[in-house]
């Protein structure tokens, strides 16, 4: 599931005084055999797909992370997350979190760089 920055692309826009950033997943489905050939381009049918229709709602979402086996990736190294300046300077530090879950001997991990 690739993070998408949708600020400029939300309608209605955002109002002038939001601060922040605004971010919409999207779910790509494939058998472990695919992931190295067809990876690629189920990822690009994805986000045309998205572009194509309106973002769903929170809850909705939200529920599908929560399956068992859930990836999420919001950042890569290839994205350059600590080079970004949303206007107060580069970030001082880049997170990597764990989900956890709610069954018994669930774990919550942050690693901070």
Same mark, same amino acid.
């Given at each position: ?31 472990? *055999?695919?992931? %190295?050939?067809?990876? !690629? ?14 973002? +769903? ?20 190294? *290839?994205?350059? %997350?600590?080079?970004? !300046? ?14 956890? +879950? ?12």
């Amino acid at each position: 599931m690739p993070g998408t920055g949708v600020r400029q692309r939300l309608q209605p826009p955002l109002p002038p005084e939001y601060f922040g950033n605004a971010a919409q997943g999207e779910f790509v489905f494939m058998k472990a *055999r695919d992931q %190295v050939e067809k990876r !690629d381009e189920k990822i690009k049918k994805s986000l045309e797909s998205w572009r194509k229709k309106t973002l +769903r709602s929170y809850i909705a979402w939200g529920s599908l992370l929560l399956k068992k086996n859930a990836c999420l990736i919001s950042s890569s190294p *290839r994205l350059n %997350v600590c080079g970004n !300046d949303f206007g107060w300077g580069r970030p001082a530090v880049a997170k990597i979190t764990q989900f956890a +879950r709610v069954e018994a001997g669930s774990v919550n991990v942050e690693a901070c760089f």
